[in-house]
């Protein structure tokens, strides 16, 4: 385990090799579960000031969820998620004219529409954290849909905490960052 401030990083962040890719998944990271994203509570009256800007990427399925659940739902883990369609994918989700989910709040970020890229726990998959009192558990979360995503990061050399570096930064700063990476490569 690695220590930084009030973060233990788990070894295999450093270990497995992680490369989303997306043209043999389809995201299915955005589909499979039991629940929504993962939310934030800082994230939530972000989605509902962005939601009027990000509709019209999303499908007429994610709006009815949406209009009907709400911009973001309490959970039965006792936490905040993205709603989802009929208790499947993500209602922000949407399919590309190859068959894969995407992000209908990235593709309104990337069109400059807004300045919230995604949630945090998506921008951070395959890396789930756990909040105590006193410090956040960062782990590997470790899923049979994402194996080709392990293979080609294998294949390419490219690290978890590497193919996750922005994401990092974003939620712990880049100073904590950099510490990380002194850590791992300074071993």
């Known amino acids: 385990m690695i220590l930084i401030d009030d ?15 997306l043209e043999k998944c389809k995201g299915a990271c955005c589909v499979e579960g039991d629940l929504g994203a993962p939310l934030e509570e800082v994230e939530l009256p972000i989605l ?26 309490y959970d039965d883990e006792d936490d905040y ?37 995604k949630p945090i726990s998506c921008h951070l998959y395959p890396i789930r954290i756990t909040k105590y009192e006193n410090y956040h558990a960062l782990n590997y979360d470790q ?23 922005v994401p990092l930064q974003k939620a712990y700063g880049e100073e904590w960052y950099q510490q990380l990476v002194e850590e791992i490569e300074g071993e």
């Open 7 to 21: 973060t233990v990083i788990s070894d295999d962040i450093k270990e497995k090799h992680f490369v989303c890719d």
């Open 143 to 165: 899923w049979s849909i994402c194996s080709d995503a392990c293979s080609l990061g294998e294949k390419l050399g490219v690290p978890i905490y590497k193919f996750l570096k």
């Open 81 to 117: 998620s993205t709603p989802t369609i009929n208790g499947r994918e993500c209602a922000y989700a949407i399919y590309d004219d190859k068959g894969i989910l995407k992000c209908g709040i990235e593709q309104a970020y990337i069109d400059k529409k807004i300045d919230f890229q």
């Open 48 to 73: 509902q000031e962005i939601y009027p800007l990000v509709k019209p990427y999303l499908s007429p399925e994610g709006i009815k969820a949406i209009e009907e659940q709400g911009e973001y739902v």
